[in-house]
């Protein structure tokens, strides 16, 4: 009857609405599947729902929310639920073992048997795909008109709010990377020297300024006696924290060495080999290892590919430039 049916939406639309109601409460994004799924069953009377949510990097479909399963992911182009995500389409099948489009391996796994299936797209603010909500076995009979027009609707209420949630999270990852950045570059800036060393003879300084939040680049002076400063110059390969993290780590067993007594030589060589069994193969760090006698006026140095190094004769006003005498650190072992 037509007032029947119109009755019926209605009653199906005030539920829509106070989910929609419920929805807009601050959910993570598990949660709010979880209330998507619940809700598509009790408005439609069905056994169980599913939220497939799409992975555009990896272009799959990855179920999230099921009845006795965990994370399952599957090609976004294959099967019904691919289909409905491709062509974004509702898909109604009334018997599922019917269709060849109908993955049986699902079933097996969790002992539950589909009969009928209700399958719509999610989409979200600018007609983004979110993902797609499948609807199982309607209780009493398979899905109908009625059923298509409220799922519709539910549906369109749900891509927004997931979508909404997502970006939210996206901007809560967002900040808490930012404020790791930061974190690493407190640390980073706080390796860097305080004050310059003071050497007879010698106007000392240097300068940091990394093109993102934190860099790869490095420098540090260390003073052996009043006339001995070693010298450190880096470039780790990269921008950004793992930069950061390998010019941390070469400062710091510079100064490990250091106290221990190691020569320009041997620091040199030992922090090379670490460095080449800590750092994956397509990351290296450029370094100068200088060591400054203001007595002799002399520096011995290895360059690890950090060159070439200017040195400026200021009363002859002339230039020499110094190659690399070596490959960068973690490049390859060297000899002890």
Known sequence: MPDDRSQLETHALNQILEVTRKLAAPFDLDTMLSEVV??????????????????????????????????????????????CAQKRILINVPDCYADERFNRAIDKQTGFRSRCMLTLPLIGY????????????????????????VATALAAQAAVVLHR?????????????????????????????KSMPTVAGYDIGGTFTPTDQTGGDLYDFVPLNEEQLFLLMGDATGHG???????????????????????LDDAFTQINNQMVDDLPDDRFVTAFFGLLDGATHKVRFQSGGQGPILQFHAGAQRYDWYEPTTFPLGDMNQAE
């Open 165 to 193: 949630v997502e970006i939210t999270e996206a901007m809560i990852a967002t900040e808490k990377l930012d404020r790791e950045i930061t974190v690493a570059r407190d640390v980073q800036m706080g390796t860097l020297p």
């Open 38 to 83: 619940n809700a598509a069953r009790s408005i439609l009377d069905a056994e169980r729902g599913t939220v497939f949510l799409y992975d555009e990097e990896a272009d799959e479909l990855v179920v999230k929310v099921a009845t006795k399963l965990g994370t399952v992911r599957i090609p976004a182009d294959k099967g019904i639920v691919g289909e």
């Open 126 to 149: 600018e007609d983004t795909l979110i993902g797609v909500l499948q609807i199982l076995n309607k209780r009493g009979g398979t899905f109908d008109d009625q059923d298509e027009y």
């Open 241 to 263: 924290i793992g930069p950061a993290l390998s010019a941390t780590q070469v400062r710091a067993m510079l100064r490990v060495a250091l106290r221990l007594g190691a020569n």
